[in-house]
């Protein structure tokens, strides 16, 4: 017969046991289980070809979602008063509290898939997009409406830095971009160019000025790039989502948001 210490004993090692057993063996499952895959939700599909729109960047990533916020509430009014033909009114009277809001719920209650303008987020550190949805919108063309020097109201931010329009993109991969390249700048040859490249973070090692630059030369003419006096400036934005073109009649300063 046991004595009671050996009883005390047999209970404690038994229970020190299970404690150290993981749950799934007492269960009877010996296979680790797989973690389930996040949904990044609608705007963050991996599709990544044809995004049309405009990058935002701030000082801070909260900036340049508060400047994609910004930027989003002042498209919705401003552009539609201008596809309206409503400018001049547009220019005489202040933006009042009451507006924004509207806009801003509107949004909210509208369908993602049928709005015009649709925030997808961050795309990289202090870098937000922007989704232009409609068709007859090209990002570069509102862009100088709303950016160039001769906007009767032009878009301020106190938190966006920069306004890059994307009127085409494609993956970061070279072929695809020399594709999107021949599709977007042949129709300009001849024209006074500049290139704008930027390569925000995570956009590094896919498509490089040397090839934008080279890309901008076939297309457009070595002969026809112009620093001081282009017409036209070729926007190449690259970050790990995708790389963007635009064909913006503006000077590489107006892209840049007062905040007053």
Excluded at 112 to 122: A, D, E, I, S, Y
Excluded at 215 to 231: M, N
């Amino acid at each position: 017969m046991l004595s009671l210490g050996q009883v005390l004993r047999l209970l404690l090692n038994g229970a020190l046991h299970a404690v150290a057993m993981p749950k799934r063996q007492q269960e009877g499952d010996t296979q680790p289980k797989k973690r389930k895959k996040k949904s990044q939700g609608p705007g963050h599909d991996d599709d990544c070809e044809g995004e049309r729109g405009f990058l935002v960047t701030g000082m801070t990533c909260q900036n340049a979602l508060r400047g994609l916020k910004d930027l989003r509430l002042w498209l919705e009014v401003e552009a539609e008063l201008a596809g309206t033909g409503s400018t001049d009114e547009a220019a005489e009277r202040p933006q009042g509290v009451a507006e924004s809001l509207d806009a801003e719920l509107a949004e909210l209650r509208s369908d993602p898939t049928q709005r015009r303008f649709l925030t997808v987020g961050m795309v990289c550190k202090e870098v937000a997009f922007l989704r232009s949805q409609h068709e007859a919108d090209l990002p570069s063309g509102l862009a100088k409406k709303f950016l160039g020097p001769s906007a009767k109201r032009r878009f301020i931010s106190r938190f966006a830095d920069r306004v890059l329009p994307v009127d085409g993109s494609t993956r970061p991969k070279l072929e695809s971009f020399k594709s999107l390249a021949e599709g977007m700048l042949s129709g300009h040859k001849g024209r006074p160019w500049r290139l704008l490249y930027e390569a925000f973070r995570g956009g590094w090692n896919t498509i490089s000025k040397e090839d934008a630059m080279e890309a901008c030369k076939q297309h457009l003419g070595p002969d026809s790039q112009s620093v001081s006096e282009p017409e036209v400036t070729i926007v190449c934005t690259v970050q790990p989502r995708f790389v963007g073109l635009a064909v913006a009649e503006l000077d590489i300063d107006c892209l840049r948001v007062d905040d007053e």
